[in-house]
């Protein structure tokens, strides 16, 4: 059994694609267990089971759309309006454009292609170091992932059967807290460039704001339907799709109505990516469960740690080789159900330990060997791998403070949260 | 010969296009008919739910047949920054096969499952068939084995042209 196991780590570690990694292993259990191996059909099937589910094609189709269309300009000349007077204001603009945009399309890179194509310019002919630009383009694609709706929220509301709305308002304050302390950095490098982009115009306001009307309505839609608890968040991802496509495609006409089935098509190749890993693991994770393999970590866990810090620590330590080597859509449905009756054993608050989770994945995107925004900043912005990463330390190391903040600070992710 | 893949390959490709495209605007056209519905109507198709969660299954099951022939399924990408091009697709091939076998093998099971459930005559959606619904399961692990069979097989070919053309 232990040989075996060691043959699918080597072939993860080759390559083969993870969904037949984990289903591999799965089959396995129930052939050890004498299960029928038609279980494993049956739950992959079980995905039609899950509620909200459908707000994951949905959302990653309208990010699509988004990051397709010219929204990314419009988002960036009103953000540009709106905070270019602060000294240093771009790259405060860069953060905040960059995290809306990521917790509306999901954090899949597409933010640095779409967003980082026209700020990593506009950055350099403003006078910023070359080095501080790629290192900030970089990290902000990943950086709205804790705001409402990305992609990983919903993923570990579902795995871990999360109320989704409380998940929304426990990642606001962290999100805010690791906007505030990267804007906090860029101001202090940039302490001797500190020439305002331009002076603050409502003019420009406006003419901004209307240029961008279509869009101006979204998140009020997404972001208010759920947290009054309008919507369902499944619904507010169908609005928020049909609305998109209706706007960018038949309206404003970016998208040409012949490009618009290949654009349905890459975003649907991305979620049947994550869903198929969801589907095989849920095989895993009853397959594990059947076994008692939680419970079994829980109690070596605690005849090696007592205390809930203990086990934080521990736990970080855990997500951030996690997220070194794992994309965080496999991470979640693969590890969550794992730790969840063991953080629960802790009295770890479900809705606090998703925040620490995604927040130490968030990481992962910028951490060597496999992180993926290093990979898609170094082919964009045609720069050796190496100069990335070398680029990326400072903000990797404010965004690792600000995960331990945290982690160890539950009030920060529970706070909104009611009756918590 | 070739001709006929070539064609296979691009009516593939085209059937993936139209049932992604289908089933993405049927659900958002259902699910938004739904909440309108229940707004202003105050009424609602009690089978939407259902129907709405089975195309989520279904397009999952042909984004991944997409995934496959796009080769976009999520892989841990360790080794192909740091090991020369030639062990990488070595490594590939025997891989790829790998996740051809696993494939397979759900699938296989996949079809008897179909098979008892046409035999129990269980229904979804209040009375249709469930092996209707179902039937996307060994439809998608047999042409995800496929598409791995193919994949690994180019790989093989590509590898022994004198030179080391990298394939794209």
């Excluded at chain 1, 620490?356 to 496999?370: C, D, E, K, R, S």
């Excluded at chain 2, 841990?76 to 090991?83: F, Q, Y």
Aim: one cysteine or more.
């Amino acid at each position: 059994m232990i040989a075996l196991s060691l043959v699918l780590l080597l072939l993860a570690i080759l390559g083969a694609p993870l969904f037949a990694i984990i289903a591999s292993s799965a089959m396995l259990g129930f052939y050890r267990e004498e299960t029928d191996l038609m279980n494993m059909a049956l739950e992959v099937q079980s995905i039609a089971d899950l509620p909200f589910l459908a707000a994951i094609p949905l959302f990653t189709f309208a990010g699509y759309v988004l990051s397709e269309s010219n929204a990314p300009q419009r988002l960036v000349r009103v953000t540009n309006a709106l905070l270019g007077w602060m000294p240093g204001g771009l790259a405060l603009v860069c953060l905040a454009a960059c995290a809306f945009f990521t917790a509306f399309t999901g954090a899949s890179g597409v933010t640095i292609i779409a967003l980082g194509a026209i700020l990593y310019p506009a950055l350099k002919q403003d006078g910023y170091d070359d080095k501080f630009n790629l290192g900030l383009v970089t990290s902000s694609g990943s950086l709205g992932l804790l705001f409402a709706p990305s992609l990983p929220l919903i993923l570990y509301g579902v795995v871990a059967e999360v109320p989704i709305d409380s998940l929304f308002l426990a990642g606001v304050l962290p999100g805010l807290l690791m906007l505030a302390m990267l804007s906090g950095w860029s101001f202090w490098v940039n302490r001797d460039n500190r020439k305002p982009l331009a002076d603050f115009s409502l003019r420009e306001v406006g003419a901004a704001l209307r240029e961008a009307i279509w869009e101006l309505p979204l998140p009020f839609v997404v972001l208010g339907g759920i947290y009054s608890g309008f919507f369902a968040v499944s619904e507010a991802a169908a609005i928020t799709a049909l609305y998109v496509l209706i706007v960018e495609v038949f309206i404003l006409r970016e998208i040409p109505l012949k490009a618009l089935p290949n654009v349905m098509r890459q975003s649907m190749v991305l979620v049947g990516g994550i869903l198929i890993i969801l589907g095989v693991s849920l095989a895993s994770t009853n397959y594990m469960i059947g076994a008692g393999v939680p419970q079994l970590l829980f109690e070596y866990m605690q005849g090696l740690v007592s205390s809930p810090v203990m086990f934080l620590i521990l736990l970080l330590v855990f997500l951030l080789i996690l997220g070194a080597i794992l994309d965080i859509f496999s991470a979640i449905v693969l590890v969550v159900p794992l730790i969840l009756p063991i953080a629960a054993g802790y009295e770890i608050h479900p809705v606090h330990l998703g925040i620490v989770f995604l927040a130490a994945m968030q990481l992962g995107y910028l951490t060597p060997p496999v992180g993926l925004n290093l990979f898609i900043a170094s082919y964009r912005f045609e720069k050796p791998i190496m100069h990335v990463y070398a680029a990326t330390l400072p903000f990797l190391l404010i965004l690792f403070l600000s995960v331990i903040v945290i982690t160890f600070w539950p009030q920060l992710s529970l706070w909104l949260v009611p009756g918590t | 010969m070739a001709t006929l893949i070539q064609r296979l390959d691009a009516f593939g490709r085209l059937a993936e296009n139209v049932a992604l495209v289908g089933l993405l605007s049927g659900m958002m056209l259902l699910a938004v008919g739904q909440i309108v519905l229940r707004e202003f109507f105050n009424t609602g198709f009690v089978w939407a739910d259902e129907l709405i969660k089975l195309m989520v299954l279904w397009l999952a099951m042909v984004g991944s047949i997409a995934a496959g022939r796009d080769n976009r399924h999520i892989r841990i990408d360790l080794l192909s920054h740091v090991l020369p091009d030639r062990l990488v697709r070595v490594s590939r091939v025997l891989v790829d096969l790998f996740a051809a076998v696993v494939c397979g093998v759900i699938a296989w099971h996949a079809w008897r499952y179909l098979q008892l459930e046409i035999e129990f005559e269980d229904t979804v959606l209040i009375d249709t068939p469930a092996w209707i619904a179902h039937s996307i399961m060994p439809l998608a692990f047999m042409l995800l084995a496929y598409r791995f069979v193919v994949s690994s097989l180019s790989l093989l070919t590509a590898q022994r042209r004198p030179g080391g053309e990298t394939a794209a």
